[in-house]
């Protein structure tokens, strides 16, 4: 085969090498994007959540008015049982009392004052300073944590592919 064959031939392999592995990268990419929608959906929640926890802008002070209880509640999946505090609490506004009830895995007494926190707008929706659950917090660290792992794998994968067509080009080269 001739020199000028040889080369058309490598130019025309070389072309559906780079084609082929544009459609690699492509469809990599393509495959990892619901993925990095579910965390930053996880992401969504949790900044939601916060921002919604912001709206309740009034405080005052409320007390445990009934007595205090415990309940064994499970804590997940086959990681057995913790013991959570129940009690009511009640709270004023505008003289109009609120009553609520609190579960907390910290110890309560009936008399306790809490500190709580409420819309202006509807007084009912509250929620107990302190005492708040760090499941936003854990949703939003839990959605950065799966983003950064999947653009990881896109990386990896972007990089093998890279990789794959650089080792095809040396032993096309050396041939």
Known sequence: MSKEKRNKNFRSQEKNNKSSSIK?????????????????????????????????TEETKGIIVSDV???????????????????????????????DNIESANIIKKGQFLTIRYKPDDPKENYVKGYESYDKVILIIVGTIWDAFILLIVYCILILIKDKKCKKNITEHIE
């Open 24 to 56: 690699g990268e492509i469809i990599a990419l393509l495959v990892c994007v619901p993925f990095l929608l579910m965390g930053s959906a996880i992401i969504k929640v949790g900044l939601e959540q916060l921002l919604y926890q912001k709206t309740f």
């Open 69 to 99: 209880y415990t309940k064994m509640k499970k804590k997940g999946a086959g990681s057995g049982y913790r013991t959570v505090f129940s009690a009511d609490y009640s709270y004023e506004h505008n003289g109009i009392t609120y009553t």
